[in-house]
């Protein structure tokens, strides 16, 4: 038995320790652990509701969109507050755009790199490359000579000693990718870097800037007049439907063709990585008002045991439903480290009680992470882009089944083979498939709404505090690309008087609960052949697969654990 450590793992947003325990080549186990803090929850209390959306907001630097959202829908909840149905329009559209721009950046930047072998695009003929990227894609820089120039620049690369990537898992005996797929795929790499930094000039159009747009409790901060140089004019207008024509090209010749080229190597990998069977989604993408949840895109609900038969309503109101455990994370509760609490009533009570740093390992250590244990009706529950398509697809929702089927039958595998790292990776680029579609019409209507002079973007109802009650609570969903984030609110005398996150990473990345059920990263990882223990590539490419997205600290030590600096908001 042998337990292998990795720590950190790179690739994703913030500080992730897996450590996996490995018999005969297979992990028997896994422990997932988040080693920073974030503190943002106690820095709300006692702040106007109205500004919480600007400082959560920056728990993230790449989904920084979603808690905006998910953070004035929790104030409009607790207000009884409506959103315009421009401003609604212009909500999803921003939205989607995240969802392309997210999906694309993970699949080459933060995942890719788990199935590409960088050195072996060396071998690679470019004329080959060619012929065979336009055989599956109109992308007009599938040259000859722009892969040649491309395979110049790795050779240099190579030459140079590879930068960051050097100690990478260049020729794992793992990798099966052809010479020329790695060099199409390092070529797309490249492509999307320079591609993905005009997309988020949408959230710029809309949102003032990016990362971390602007939004508004009560709508959207920003006027339609297509005659006026201060408002979003025919000119904005015009930039975003050129975005958006240039990001259909992009997923569409690029990404997803590039995405299942590469899964038909990997067909072994639907056996593995599958992990729970149960899904959660909050749904999103509303077309009738947020409160009128069956006209939502995504659909809001869980399935249980993989049985698409049946998707059980979820209620993040109600207090049986969703709580958090801490059996073993580093946060203690008044009522015990067994109790569950619902959100409204959350704690937020660092505990510190693992090892000094640096350490070899978190085994014998009862607590090992500083992520909560979320749970539905205590169920573990997956969250993500797989999560959302099961719902709706056990849901009937025809568009989500129409390309889940197109695409399982371009790769000649069957429904189940979704359960798995590889289903997973492939739901994420049928989210943005989607996202890219939804993203069309919700501009087409916005534009509808232009013509006819319907552009108000703001509800001002219930702006001023001494409109509200002393005491209101309100829940603000939304489907991050990663999957299932909630705010609970609880206001008092027009102030926060608690505040509470629950992240998609922290259903999918948590310890342990009380009756010691593994959550995703853990259980996923369970049954994974590992071919070389020094260079664990398949733990990678699990974790890789939920794009993991762990909130920063502000607290900061060195690698002796001495504390360095605290950030002060007052």
Request: aromatic residues 10%; negative net charge; proline residues 5%.
């Amino acid at each position: 038995m042998t337990r292998v450590v990795v720590d950190p793992v790179t690739r994703i947003e913030g500080h992730l320790r897996i450590e996996a325990v490995i018999e005969n080549g297979v992990i028997t186990d896994a422990f997932s652990a988040g080693t920073m803090i974030r503190g943002l929850e106690k820095i709300l209390i006692g702040r106007d509701p109205r500004d919480a959306w600007a400082i959560t907001e920056r728990v993230c630097g790449v989904c920084t969109t979603v808690h905006a959202l998910a953070s004035v829908r929790a104030v409009e909840d607790a207000l009884g507050v409506e959103v315009p149905p421009t401003a609604e329009l212009i909500r999803n559209i921003m939205m989607a755009t995240l969802y392309v721009q997210d999906h694309v950046v993970h699949f080459y930047h933060l995942h890719a790199l788990d199935w590409v072998d960088i050195v072996n695009a060396l071998k690679a003929d470019p004329k080959k490359a060619a012929e065979l990227a336009s055989s599956y894609s109109k992308w007009d820089k599938n040259t000859a000579s722009y892969f040649s120039a491309v395979q110049d620049k790795i050779k240099a690369f190579a030459a140079s000693g590879l930068g960051i990537f050097a100690n990478g898992y260049w020729g794992h005996s793992a990798y099966k990718l052809p010479p020329e797929v790695n060099l199409i795929a390092v070529a797309h790499y490249l492509d999307a870097l320079e591609w993905q930094k005009d997309i988020v000039k949408i959230h710029a159009v809309f949102g003032g800037k990016n990362p971390h747009p602007n939004y508004l409790v009560g709508g959207v901060p920003c006027s339609i007049d297509v005659n006026e140089v201060a408002a979003i004019n025919t000119e904005r207008l015009g930039l975003v439907s050129r975005l958006i024509s240039q990001a259909d090209e992009f997923v569409n010749e690029v990404y997803i063709p590039d995405l299942l080229t590469v899964a038909s190597f990997y067909k072994d990998w639907a056996k593995w990585g599958g992990g729970l069977s149960n899904y959660l989604s909050y749904g999103e993408y509303p077309t009738k008002g947020y409160s009128q949840v069956e006209s939502f895109k995504y659909a809001r609900g869980a399935v249980l045991n993989r049985d698409l038969s049946t998707v059980h309503p979820v209620n993040p109101r109600d207090s049986q439903e969703i709580k958090e455990y801490i059996a073993h994370s580093w946060y203690s509760y008044e009522g015990g480290d067994s109790a569950g609490i619902h959100p409204w009533s959350g704690e937020t009570k660092i505990s510190y009680t693992g090892p000094k740093p640096p350490f070899e390992t978190l085994e014998g250590y009862e607590k090992y992470s500083f992520l909560k244990t979320p749970r539905w009706k205590d169920n573990a529950m997956e969250v993500g882009p797989l999560a959302r398509l099961i719902v709706s697809y056990a849901a009937g929702h025809n568009d989500v089944k129409e390309l889940v089927g197109q695409t399982l039958g371009k790769l000649g595998v069957p429904l189940g083979a979704l359960f798995s790292t590889l289903g997973r990776t492939a739901a994420r680029g049928l989210d943005a498939a989607l996202a890219m579609i939804w993203l069309k019409d919700f501009f087409a209507q916005l534009m509808e709404r232009v013509k006819i002079n319907e552009v108000s973007t703001f509800n001002n109802e219930r702006w001023d505090p001494k409109t509200w009650p002393a005491d209101a609570e309100g829940v603000g969903l939304a489907e991050a690309p990663r999957g299932a984030l909630a705010h609970w609110i609880k206001i008092h005398n027009g102030k926060i008087d608690n505040y509470q996150l629950v992240v998609p990473t922290t259903w999918n990345g948590s310890p342990r609960d009380a009756r010691q059920q593994r959550s995703s990263f853990e259980q996923s990882l369970i049954g994974t052949p590992v071919a070389n223990i020094e260079q664990p590539v398949e733990i990678l490419r699990t974790i890789h697969s939920f794009d993991p997205c762990l909130a920063c600290a502000v607290h900061l030590y060195d690698p002796q654990g001495r504390h360095l600096h605290k950030v002060s908001f007052e």
